[in-house]
Each structure stands twice: as structure tokens, then as C-alpha cells.
């Protein structure tokens, strides 16, 4: 083989190698068509873009000369090797504020305090599908009330908080008044990896001290009604804030509506169940400590629970950085404007108000290329099925757009920090005092 036949093959090769990277992405989205191929933009980005790459290095590798196949491959495989050597430095760089997720602890941290509760990254849904719940009244929707639980870790330091008699996020003082607000919502309601005094719901009692946060991480809009029709009743608050979080709480509902359980929230003749269990810990201790056992908190559990493999194949950190990485489609879905109607036809029983709050995700306020045109239509979904319900929406986006930088209000995790929680906490209760639901 002479030394220009040699060159001619290494050229077709390194241009078919870099071709099939492109055509993996696109065989990647097709079979995930619904949530990458959906939409003009989708199609573009995750279609079009790459295959009509791809077929150009293929071309390449086919009709170009010698010399030409040379350029072009070593170009494209250099180029593309530059790419992932960037996403893993992004990788690496973001891994020590994302380690919390997992609750990572040094190794001279005792974590045997926290085992009677949940382990970080098990939710209450986790529990009833262990325990096969088959009824809303059986249901647990609250953690353990009364044993103290590890939340998360930043950097190695545990951030811990107490559950109350219920089992939510509050001091003991919330139940020696009337609770004039109920909080509902998921992480970014429970105040995820912030400590006392820092997260949403204590920032919100500086205007509102009679507030009653129910906010559970990893529930989404149906798991809220179902809190709302238990805990509404007892407490009968003058308001209630049912949040959304654009990141995932439409794919959660559609998670939530698999389960009998939770679709049972939508009966209007459904009991849903008293507001204390004096049998949960008893019932659920052998699945909690189950989960315990298998959990190391460490590595492990982060790479696991991430798909870091395969968030790093598809460039994920350099495409956000590029403004060009696109959230999965969200279709139309009736329900979620049937669990509003439902949650206000529950608080007219005490001629209680509800009102919306939409919490968008980090991802809108990242990269050089805005793109409103790929969240918004999630947002008009939310509104529009807030205006069937008749309810009003207090819309966080444009209040962290504002800012000089929006996306530093938001802690490594994608949740807020503090002065996300700050600024958040400030626009709801502009919001309620426009409205006159709450004391100027």
C-alpha cells in the first residue's frame, strides 16, 4: 500500500468517524422523537442540523480528494475532540456542587442521625410505590415527622432540617396560630440544599409568618392536589400557593396521572386519607432502611443518578453554554387545568384563594443564544390552563430576566440559592399584595 493510499483511507476514516457521531445524535432523537423531534426548533437542532453534518463528513470521506479527505477528517475529529475535552472540563468543574444532589459527606461525617428518614434522592412517591399503595387515604405524602433528615450536602457539609408533626419543613410556632398560607410545591418549595432561614418558604414568612409550607421533592401537580385535599381541610388557609416548576412538574404530572393513587386526587368523592398516620414509621422502616443500606454517598450514587456518560456524549454543558441545548417537548395535557379546577373547587369549601406561581428553570437564562421561543410555549400551557380554572398566575421569568444575571440565582444544583429564594420570596408577595390577598 503506498504511502498516498494509506493517507487517502486514514482521511475516509477519520471523516466517517466524526459522520457517525453526527448520525448517532440524530438516531439518538428519532428514537426519542417526541421529545427531541417535536417542534421546528427540535427538528432543526436535533435532525436536520447534525444529519445534514453528518452527510457532509460522509461525502467527504467519498468525494474529496486525497488531500481533501485529510483536511477535512483531521479538522472535524480535532474539532470535535476539542469539544469533549471542553464538556469534560465543564463536567469536572460543576461535579463538586452536584455531588450534593447525592447527600456526598467526608468521611468523617456520621450519617446515622438521618436514618430513621428518607435518604437523599428517595421521595415519599418512592415510598408508596415500595409499599404498592393502592389507595389515596393509605397513601404517606409527608416524610417521617420528627426525625431529623439529610436533605443534601454542600460541599461535603450535611444540610439537615427536622420534619414537623406532619412531616414537612416548618418551625414547631407554625401550628400555634392559624395557617393563613399553604405553600405546595416540590424542591424548590421544601428549600432543597438550603439551610434554615435561607430557602423560599422562611423567606416568605418575613411578609406571611403564618405560613405553612408542604413543599416535598419530586412531586409534581397531581401529588399537590392530593396534599391540598388532606391538609386544606384541617388548616382551611385564607390562600394557597399551588407552584410549578417548568423544569419537570409537566412530565411528573404525566408520571403522576400512571399511578391509581394519585389520579383518585381528581374524584371529587375521594377521601383523601387523615393527616397523620401513627403507623408510618412503623411500615415504612423496613423500605427506608433498605434504602440506606444501598446507598454510599458518595461517586457512585451521583453517576448513577445523573447520566453523566450520557449527558457528556451529547455535549450537554458545552450546548447550554452555546444556548443550543433544547429542554424535551412538552405536549398538550387537559389535566393539568382539571387539577386546578379541582384545587379551587376544594378551597371555595372554606372560601379559601389559590393562585398560580411559576418557577422557571436555570436553563432559559443560559448561554449565548436566548431562547424564549423553546420555554414559552410550556409557560403559555400553564397560563392558559390557570385562565380555565380561573386563577391568577404570579410569574417568576421575567422577574429574574431583570436581573443583570439571572442565572446566579440559582445554586449549582438548578435550584435556588439564597438570593434566588430572596428575590423569588419578594415577587410573590408583591404579587399577593397587587391582588389583595394578603396585608399591604
Known amino acids: 500500500m503506498t504511502e498516498k493510499t494509506r493517507s487517502s483511507r ?29 417542534g421546528t426548533a427540535r427538528l432543526i437542532r436535533y435532525i436536520l442540523a447534525p444529519g445534514a453534518i453528518g452527510l457532509v463528513l460522509a461525502l467527504c470521506a467519498v468525494f474529496l480528494s486525497d488531500e481533501g479527505r485529510l483536511t477535512v477528517g483531521v479538522s472535524a475529529v480535532s474539532l470535535l475532540a476539542a469539544l469533549f475535552a471542553f ?23 456520621s450519617v446515622e442521625e438521618y436514618k430513621e428518614n428518607l435518604p437523599p434522592g428517595r421521595t415519599m412517591k418512592h415510598v408508596n410505590d415500595e ?62 440544599c438550603l439551610r434554615e432561614g435561607e430557602h423560599l418558604a422562611d423567606k416568605l414568612r418575613q411578609d406571611i409568618p403564618s405560613l405553612l409550607n408542604t413543599g416535598h421533592r419530586g412531586i409534581g401537580p397531581l401529588y399537590q392536589l392530593a396534599v391540598l385535599g388532606r391538609y386544606g381541610p384541617e388548616f382551611q388557609p385564607d390562600l394557597t400557593i399551588f407552584s410549578f416548576f417548568a423544569g419537570n412538574d409537566w412530565r411528573n404530572l404525566e408520571r403522576e ?8 386526587a381528581l374524584d371529587p368523592a375521594v377521601d383523601f386519607g387523615p393527616i397523620e398516620h401513627p403507623d ?40 447550554e453554554i452555546l444556548g443550543i441545548h433544547y429542554p424535551k417537548a412538552t405536549d398538550e395535557n387537559p389535566v393539568f387545568a382539571d387539577v386546578l379546577i379541582r384545587a379551587k373547587q376544594i378551597t371555595s369549601q372554606w372560601d379559601g384563594e389559590i ?86
Open 257 to 264: 396521572l400512571e399511578k391509581p393513587w394519585l389520579r383518585e
Open 355 to 440: 393562585v398560580i406561581v411559576y418557577v422557571p428553570t436555570v436553563s432559559r437564562y443560559m448561554g449565548l443564544v436566548a431562547q424564549p421561543f423553546i420555554h414559552d410555549p410550556l409557560r403559555v400551557l400553564v397560563k392558559d390552563a390557570a385562565a380555565q380554572a380561573g386563577l391568577d398566575v404570579i410569574d417568576l421569568t421575567d422577574v429574574i430576566e431583570m436581573q443583570e444575571d439571572p442565572a446566579s440565582y440559582y445554586a449549582p444544583d438548578s435550584h435556588f440559592n439564597e438570593a434566588g429564594a430572596e428575590l423569588a420570596a419578594r415577587a410573590i408577595t408583591e404579587g399577593l399584595r397587587q391582588r389583595n390577598l394578603i396585608e399591604q
Open 131 to 192: 409499599l404498592d399503595t393502592q389507595l389515596l387515604e393509605s397513601a404517606y405524602l409527608a416524610p417521617m415527622p420528627g426525625d431529623k433528615m439529610l436533605l443534601c450536602s454542600v460541599l461535603g457539609e450535611p444540610v439537615t432540617y427536622t420534619p414537623d408533626r406532619l412531616g414537612f419543613r416548618n418551625p414547631p410556632s407554625v401550628f400555634e396560630n392559624d395557617v393563613n398560607v399553604m405553600l405546595l410545591g416540590d424542591s424548590f418549595s421544601e428549600g432543597f
Open 280 to 319: 408510618q414509621s412503623e411500615l415504612t422502616a423496613p423500605v427506608i432502611s433498605g434504602w440506606w443500606a444501598e446507598t454510599t454517598l458518595s461517586w457512585g450514587d451521583y453517576l448513577r443518578a445523573q447520566r453523566v456518560f450520557r449527558n457528556f456524549l451529547a455535549l450537554q454543558k458545552t450546548a
Open 87 to 109: 464538556e469534560a472540563y465543564l463536567t469536572i468543574k460543576i461535579i463538586p456542587g452536584r455531588l450534593g444532589l447525592v447527600g456526598f459527606v467526608g468521611d468523617d461525617v
Open 10 to 38: 486514514f482521511g475516509s476514516i477519520l471523516c466517517l468517524v466524526a459522520a457517525l457521531y453526527f448520525f448517532g445524535v440524530v438516531a439518538y432523537a428519532l428514537m426519542n422523537s417526541a421529545e427531541f423531534a417535536n
